[in-house]
């Protein structure tokens, strides 16, 4: 491996977000949850959650795209998920179309954040919607009621990270020493 390879990796790893997440609650598609895995490794995401009831449960241990630099927890129950989550001190938004949901772009997500993205027909659970602190919506103004979750997950990844830009939040290591080693151990560096 060449040490700029290397030092590519450290750079990547020295900017992740620990306090800023993603929960997938029975977002099923594979393409859908390797998309949203892709942004959320640019975005500079280090860990995703997922939840899947028992009818999607083909999803789990099944490989997620981006997953060698993100990794996964996955939760029985959207309550162990809330509850996992608030016990980390995050703020939870579920992306949600209603009428009582915020523009996401009015959120501060410099706070530990966690976004909940829900299945890709019906949406969130009301479960999800009833624990969340805050609903979310990204702005329609065309014909079609929604977004591809991905697209989604894209619009409000990168509305956190613009504000984490200006607050400097990409400015100063949050990853552990010892999970940025082990990340790099199992990719095969050094
Ligand atoms: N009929 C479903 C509903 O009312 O929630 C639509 C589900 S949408 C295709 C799948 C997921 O994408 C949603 O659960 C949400 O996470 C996200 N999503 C799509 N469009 C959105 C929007 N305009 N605002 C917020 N979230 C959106």
Not at 3 to 20: F, G, K, M, S
Not at 75 to 91: N, S
Not at 163 to 190: V, W
């Amino acid at each position: 491996m060449s040490p700029e390879r290397y030092q590519r990796i450290r750079n990547v790893l020295a900017r992740r977000q620990t306090d800023l997440t993603v929960c997938l609650e029975n977002v099923h598609k594979p393409h859908n949850v390797s998309a949203v895995v892709r942004t959320c490794d640019a975005v500079g995401i280090h860990r995703v959650h997922t939840v899947w009831e028992e009818k999607y449960q083909f999803r789990r241990g099944t490989a997620m795209g981006s997953q060698n630099w993100v990794r996964q927890t996955n939760h029985d129950t959207i309550d162990d998920a809330m509850a996992t989550l608030k016990g980390q001190g995050m703020q939870v938004l579920v992306t949600h179309l209603s009428p009582s949901a915020i523009d996401f772009r009015d959120v501060d997500y410099t706070k530990p954040t966690a976004i909940l993205f829900g299945q890709e027909k019906y949406g969130a659970t009301d479960k999800a919607k009833a624990l969340a602190d805050q609903d979310i919506v990204i702005p329609m103004m065309g014909m079609v009621q929604s977004l591809n979750v991905s697209v989604a997950a894209a619009l409000v990844l990168y509305e956190a990270q613009r504000q984490r830009t200006i607050a400097g939040m990409y400015d100063k290591q949050h990853l552990p020493e010892q999970e940025c080693q082990a990340l790099s151990f199992e990719n095969g560096y050094p």
